[in-house]
C-alpha cells in the first residue's frame, strides 16, 4: 500500500498476506515523498502487530530519495522486518546499505527487486549476500528494460534465472504481480505456473488478490496426498529402495515430498 495511505497499514496487516508492505517509490508521488516518510517513521516505531511481517519499499539506492529514505531508518528504534529495495543491480549495493545500517540495526532482511538485465546477470551474488532473504523478480520494469511483452514465454528465462540463483543461495524466490486486476483467473493459472518454476511467494497489489496466490501457491490435494505417502515409505524404511505409486523414489523425490509437506503445515 502506498505510503501516503495510513488508513490503510492496519488492514494491509489484517488481509490475510505473509507480508504487508508500505511502499516509498513508485505509488507515492515526487511531492509527497517527505510527507509519506513521516508516516513511515509513525508506523514502525509503534507497536508491532501480531500477524503479517511488515516490509518497507524504499527508493532506489543511488538516488536522492534513496539516500533520504536510508537517513529515515537509522532514526528508527526497530526496523521494518523486510526492506525491499527496487532496481538492485549488484551485491555491493546491498551490502553498502547493510554497511550503513548495521551500527544501529544488527538484524536487517533484505528483499532486493531484481528489475533489470543487469541485477539478473548479478542474481547469484546478490543472493549471497548475508542480510538477503529472498529475492523477488520486477517484471514490468525487467520487460520494460529488455524490450518484451509480459507474456510467460517472455519472462520465462528471467524468472528461471532469478529461481536458479535464490535456490544457490537458499532463500526464497518471489514472483512479482500479476497486474489485470479483474482477471483472477488469469492470476491463479500464473501463480500456479510460478509455484511450479520454484518460486515460494507472488507479490500482490490488492487485497482480492491474496486468496487466489495462496491457493496457487499451495499444493494440490493429489500432490500433497503423493508426497505424504513418499515420506511415510521413506520414514519407514530409511536406508532401503522405495517404490511409491509404482515408481521408483530416490532422495531429490524425497526431499520435494519433505518440503511439500512442510509447507502444508506452515512450517
Request: proline share 4%.
Amino acid at each position: 500500500m502506498p505510503a501516503t495511505r495510513p488508513d490503510r497499514y492496519e488492514k494491509a496487516i489484517a488481509s490475510g498476506a505473509d507480508i504487508a508492505c508500505v511502499d516509498l517509490e513508485n505509488s507515492v508521488a515526487l511531492s509527497e515523498k517527505d510527507a509519506a516518510r513521516e508516516q513511515v517513521v509513525n508506523f514502525f516505531s509503534g507497536k508491532k502487530n501480531i500477524g503479517a511481517q511488515r516490509a518497507l519499499r524504499i527508493n532506489q539506492l543511488d538516488s536522492d530519495l534513496g539516500i533520504k529514505d536510508m537517513l529515515m531508518l537509522l532514526t528508527l528504534s526497530r526496523l521494518p522486518d523486510i526492506i525491499m529495495i527496487p532496481k538492485v543491480q549488484s551485491a555491493e549495493e546491498v551490502i553498502g546499505f547493510s554497511q550503513v545500517m548495521a551500527p544501529s540495526h544488527k538484524k536487517i532482511c533484505i528483499m532486493p527487486l531484481i528489475e533489470s538485465p543487469k541485477g539478473l546477470e548479478n542474481a547469484l551474488s546478490i543472493a549471497q549476500v548475508d542480510s538477503v532473504v529472498c529475492l523477488a523478480f520486477g517484471a514490468a520494469d525487467y520487460s520494460s528494460v529488455v524490450g518484451s511483452d509480459m507474456s510467460w514465454d517472455a519472462l520465462l528465462y528471467g524468472r528461471g534465472r532469478l529461481v536458479q540463483a535464490a535456490a544457490f543461495a537458499g532463500i526464497d524466490a518471489v514472483d512479482g504481480p500479476w497486474l489485470e486486476l479483474k482477471d483472477e483467473k488469469g492470476l491463479l493459472e500464473e501463480t500456479k505456473r510460478v509455484s511450479a518454476l520454484g518460486f515460494s511467494g507472488k507479490i500482490a497489489v490488492h487485497p482480492k488478490q491474496i486468496k487466489p496466490i495462496h491457493h496457487g501457491l499451495a499444493p494440490s490435494n493429489e500432490a500433497l496426498s503423493h508426497a505424504q505417502r513418499v515420506v511415510q515409505a521413506y520414514e519407514e524404511n530409511h536406508g532401503g529402495i522405495l517404490v511409491v505409486d509404482g515408481q521408483m523414489v530416490d532422495m531429490p523425490v524425497v526431499e520435494r515430498a519433505l518440503k511439500i509437506v512442510a509447507a502444508s503445515k506452515g512450517v
